[in-house]
C-alpha cells in the first residue's frame, strides 16, 4: 500500500547559493537565496520504497535574499531577481516532478535516494535532472537532505549582471535541501 507524505515548508530549509564573477567579485559577495514557500508530496511504499515518486511546486516570489546586507541592497537583489531574472509575473511556479527515484537503505530508518526527475523553470522543462539525497523515516515523518545544481542559461535566464558587467553572477547556481514531510491520513 503506497503512503502519501505531505511536503512541510515551515520546518524545512531550501537554499540557493550564488556566487560572483567579473572584475569586482573579489569585492561582491556570493548571495544566498531561501526558497519559503513551496508544496508537494513525496509517496512510496513503506520498506520498499516501491512506486517512489515526488512532486514538488515552489512559489518563485517566495525567494528572498538571506544575506546580512544592507536593506537597501536586498530589496534592489530581489526586485532584480523578481522583474529581470525570473519574471515571476509570467512564471510564477517552479515545478519538479520525479520520473525516476531508486532507494539504497543504509540503515535503520536511513536511506540514501537519487531521483531523476523534470524540472520547469521559467517556462522552460528539463528533463533528467538528477538529485541524491539521504532520507530518514521515523514513524510518521521523514527527513530528505541534499543538493543539486542547475544552470541558468539551461532555461533561457540570463544570470544577473550589473555596472556594466562588472559584477555578475556566474550561470551555476548550487541547491540544498532538508526539507521535512508528515504522512497524510
Known sequence: MIVQYRLVPDRSKFTVQAFAEGLFSVFGHDPVLAIKDFSGEAQFVPGSFA???????????????????????????EQTMREQVLEMAKYPEIVFVSSDVSVTRVAEGRHRARIIGDVTLHGVKQKNLWITSQITVVEERLRAQ?????????????????AGGTIKLKNELKFSFDIAAEKEG
Not at 525567494?63 to 536586498?74: A, P
Not at 541534499?146 to 550589473?162: E, V, W, Y
Open 51 to 77: 512506486e517512489a515518486s515526488l512532486k514538488m511546486a515552489i512559489k518563485a516570489d517566495s525567494i528572498v535574499v538571506i544575506d546580512e546586507i544592507k536593506e537597501k541592497d536586498r530589496a534592489e537583489i
Open 146 to 162: 541534499g543538493n543539486f545544481s542547475l544552470k541558468q542559461r539551461d532555461f533561457g535566464i540570463k544570470p544577473f549582471s550589473a
